[in-house]
């Protein structure tokens, strides 16, 4: 069977919102099996983000002019009320996220800006700007740390309060920006996606720096989902690629590539190191890094490809003589499984009380995929 055969897809999406150009859609699915919009409305600027609390049926809307609309959705999803409207940045909304237990509504904006208001009063509780605009956004009710993913690849944390807000620290460890974020609360571990094509997987709760690099998409990461109750990421990318990592197997850090003059394994000189070239009257040759051990090594000594799951790479990468005889079939055993959308998706909403995910593309379909096979 091949991978991915056994995803069942629908399209539309039930009880949940569409944005698309000027317009909101709310689809339902009809005794017919087929899933019609029962509410079709026109918003006064393009739609860019939104959030949805089923709870409070409060659907948060971000615009490209800044604001943020704000509507209550009946019981039977056939109305939407607005409730009221903030003016949250001085231009497109990137992200919005809906806090119920602060009763917060968090966004950031392409004005390097990220603000939270109180949803119940209106008014804006605080701000704090950006090193770039920002399009990774995610909250833990318990320490109130708000994390927040940026274009110029850095990761933000800081520590909300009713009407403040204090810089807890920075890091950085994508070469492109970050395109999504994903929080677990119970772990303490944070998920970055990036335009690099890669996925970061930072141990917040451990306090060791650890960082795990996870390699699994040929173009940018667009969004990351979390399965608490199976330990499971699901990561969907510009690549059409839908993602399953196992995150309960004991994971490795990359280690960081060493510097040196000459290859590490035959002392070769590399092209720079002119001394050594003149003393050996050898050529120089180009340097290269075994993923698997850092060190410097030239393309002779490093000319077997390997995939390395439990380090992430999922795909074969460059490692040295050595490094490719030592690691076993054992070790080269996936830890992720792969699936393809047939879209390139741009949205991703994961739903796992039904096991189900949402995926919408740049080609304007929405498709529903039943999880259950591989998230279990």
Same mark, same amino acid.
């Given at each position: 069977?091949?991978?991915? #055969?056994?995803?069942? !897809? ?44 089923? #709870?409070?049926?409060?659907? *948060? ?8 609309? %704000? ?29 119920l237990e602060m009763e917060w509504v968090l966004s950031t904006g392409q004005d390097k800006h990220f603000t939270w208001h109180c949803s119940e009063s209106g008014q804006r509780l605080g701000g704090y700007r950006t090193s770039a605009g920002a399009c990774g956004l995610q909250f833990d009710v318990e320490t109130r740390h708000v994390f927040v993913g940026d274009h110029s690849g850095q990761v933000t944390i800081l520590k909300l309060e009713q009407e403040s807000c204090s810089l807890v620290t920075t890091f950085k460890g994508h070469t492109g920006g970050v ?20 996925? /970061?997987?930072?141990? /917040? ?6 960082? !795990? #690099? ?29 993602? $399953?990592?196992?995150?309960?197997? %004991?994971?490795? %850090? ?7 003059? *000459? ?19 050898? !050529? ?17 000594? *490093? ?21 490719? #005889? ?19 998706? $741009? ?17 304007? $379909? ?11």
């Amino acid at each position: 069977m091949p991978q991915g #055969e056994h995803l069942q !897809i629908h399209l539309g999406v039930a009880q949940s919102t569409q944005i698309h150009s000027k317009t909101v859609r709310v689809w339902l699915k009809r005794d017919s099996g087929q899933y019609w919009p029962s509410i079709y409305h026109a918003m006064p600027s393009p739609c860019s983000c939104m959030s949805f609390n089923p #709870e409070t049926r409060r659907l *948060s809307i971000g615009l490209d002019n800044g604001t943020i609309s %704000e509507f209550i959705l009946s019981e039977d999803y056939n109305k939407m009320t607005l409730v009221k409207s903030y003016q949250a940045h001085q231009s497109r909304v990137m992200m919005i996220l809906f806090v119920l237990e602060m009763e917060w509504v968090l966004s950031t904006g392409q004005d390097k800006h990220f603000t939270w208001h109180c949803s119940e009063s209106g008014q804006r509780l605080g701000g704090y700007r950006t090193s770039a605009g920002a399009c990774g956004l995610q909250f833990d009710v318990e320490t109130r740390h708000v994390f927040v993913g940026d274009h110029s690849g850095q990761v933000t944390i800081l520590k909300l309060e009713q009407e403040s807000c204090s810089l807890v620290t920075t890091f950085k460890g994508h070469t492109g920006g970050v395109t999504a974020l994903c929080w677990d609360p119970i772990q303490r571990v944070l998920f970055s996606g990036s335009s690099d094509h890669s996925i /970061i997987m930072w141990d /917040i709760g451990g306090r060791k720096g650890t960082a !795990i #690099e996870l390699q699994g998409h040929n173009d940018k990461v667009q969004s990351l989902s979390y399965a608490h109750h199976t330990r499971q990421l699901i990561s969907c990318g510009a690549d059409g690629g839908i993602v $399953v990592w196992n995150m309960d197997v %004991e994971r490795q %850090e990359t280690p960081e590539w060493l510097d040196s003059d *000459s290859c590490q394994k035959c002392d070769q000189p590399f092209f720079w190191n002119f001394k050594q070239m003149w003393d050996s009257k050898k !050529i120089g040759l180009r340097q290269h890094h075994c993923r698997k051990c850092g060190k410097a090594v030239c393309g002779k000594c *490093s000319s077997k490809r390997s995939s390395i799951p439990l380090m992430g790479f999922e795909f074969e990468v460059r490692v040295c003589d050595s490094c490719h #005889e030592s690691i076993t079939d054992e070790e080269r055993a996936p830890t992720a499984t792969f699936h393809d959308s047939k879209h390139n998706i $741009v949205h991703v909403h994961f739903d796992a009380t039904r096991g189900w995910l949402l995926t919408s593309g740049t080609d304007k $379909v929405i498709k529903l995929w039943d999880m259950t096979p591989v998230v279990s």
